[in-house]
């Protein structure tokens, strides 16, 4: 052992140096390097900080850089969180969404445009007027229908969900109610 590499260490490594912190770690745990101002320390830890990936190789297990616009990374080349400002496609971070998505404010992700759909209409509802279905010739009669999927920010809007229209009915007398 060389004469500033010492066995009795601390927080996970193996081997360490006053002047570096850890040279090595014990079986599981990670190697990362952290900056302190000029100086770079090792430090080993049982997961890599965010902004860095882990990978396992026989005689050490190490942290790396995710890519410059990427925050959390499962490999190099694939990440899981983009930095302000980018939004994530497949494991990329881009500054705008390929052609046919849409970029999504809130998880910042390059998502599908998903278009308004709206149900069937109902049947007419019977000939009023003035909320009577009696007393009068021409009336009005609505149908309706549901929203059954919202839009994106970029989708078809929604239709109208009311509709009326003009009615003529069998003039009919209405019955008196009750007297007096």
């Not at 902004?51 to 694939?78: E, H, L, M, S």
């Not at 052609?99 to 390059?110: F, I, P, S, V, W």
């Not at 509802?125 to 549901?146: A, D, H, I, Q, Y």
Request: aromatic fraction near 8%.
């Amino acid at each position: 052992v060389h004469p500033n590499v010492s066995q009795g260490c601390q927080g996970g490594c193996a081997t360490c140096s006053d002047y570096n912190g850890c040279l090595s770690c014990k079986p599981r745990l990670f190697f990362v390097l952290e900056r302190i101002g000029m100086k770079q320390i090792g430090v080993c830890l049982s997961s890599c900080p965010s902004g860095y990936y882990g990978t396992r190789y026989p005689d050490i297990n190490k942290c790396a850089k995710c890519k410059a616009d990427c925050d959390t990374c499962f490999t190099r080349n694939f990440c899981t969180k983009c930095k302000s400002g980018f939004y994530l496609y497949s494991g990329k971070c881009l500054e705008k969404c390929p052609d046919g998505l849409e970029a999504n404010n809130h998880t910042m992700e390059c998502t599908s445009i998903v278009h308004c759909e709206a149900s069937e209409w109902s049947p007419w509802s019977p000939c009023t007027k003035k909320g009577k279905t009696c007393g009068f010739k021409r009336g009005n009669e609505v149908r309706v229908r549901e929203i059954v999927q919202h839009p994106s920010a970029r989708g078809n809007p929604c239709p109208a969900t009311s509709e009326s229209r003009k009615c003529i009915v069998q003039r009919k007398r209405c019955q008196k109610e009750g007297k007096g």
